[in-house]
């Protein structure tokens, strides 16, 4: 199992830009985060899916949609990217109480 | 959602001293989490409290929920440098809906 896959590991955008962050697992787990981390605040949820077609917002969901059309993929989409918007970007799965969380994707936008 | 505090933020002690992070919360908590990160890593999932009182113990990391379920400790004996890294607590509400914490930096001098 590659457990949770997440790619890009880098990405420089300019401000209004798109771009779609992918992530993949492969132990087909129904439950899905995705969390953004900056500089003291811990992670922060911003969009969450309980199984394929099912997503919901979390703490911070403006400037940024996510599909699930299927149980191993959830991309993050941000439709025109700002500033504020750099930070590193997990994703993550669930299997029962435990949560596995890829490897991040460090996003800059200037 | 559920909002827990954690103290401290940065910590730093010699190699083989204790070491010990706080998880506070105004209200009853339905769980508690412990995740470590290391440096430039990601989250890694350590354990989950449900029960008032309850004490787990993985090697040298002792993990408490309190009586009341508003706080929680985790508790690491005789420090190593492969300690180091930050430890957070989190709440996981409905669906997997986690809350996170700030964190507490672990720097072990060796």
């Known amino acids: 199992n590659a457990g949770v896959t997440q790619t890009p590991k880098f990405q420089v955008l300019k401000t209004g830009q798109s771009m779609t962050l992918q992530c993949a697992q492969d132990m087909n787990h129904e439950y899905m985060s995705w969390y953004r981390q900056d500089p003291g605040m811990g992670l922060r949820l911003i969009h969450y899916s309980v199984g394929a077609g099912i997503t919901d917002q979390g703490e911070v969901p403006n400037g940024y949609n996510v599909s699930r059309s299927t149980t191993e993929d959830f991309p993050l989409r941000l439709l025109s990217a700002a500033p504020s918007q750099t930070s590193v970007y997990f994703c993550a799965s669930w299997e029962q109480e435990t949560q596995y969380f890829g490897p991040g994707t460090r996003l800059l936008v200037l | 959602g559920q909002q827990v505090m954690q103290i401290p933020q940065y910590q730093h002690v010699q190699e083989g001293e204790d070491f010990t992070t706080y998880c506070n919360s105004s209200t009853t908590l339905s769980n508690i989490q412990w995740y470590k990160q290391r440096p430039g890593g990601h989250p890694v999932f350590l354990i989950q409290?449900?029960?008032?009182?309850e004490v787990k113990k993985q090697k040298r990391l002792t993990f408490q929920f309190g009586e009341a379920k508003k706080n929680s400790s985790l508790h690491i004996t005789a420090t190593q440098t492969t300690d180091v890294g930050t430890y957070f607590c989190?709440?996981?509400?409905?669906?997997?809906?986690?809350?996170f914490g700030i964190g507490t930096k672990l720097q072990v001098i060796p």
């Open positions: 989190a709440v996981s509400g409905g669906y997997q809906k986690v809350t």
């Open positions: 409290l449900v029960k008032s009182g």
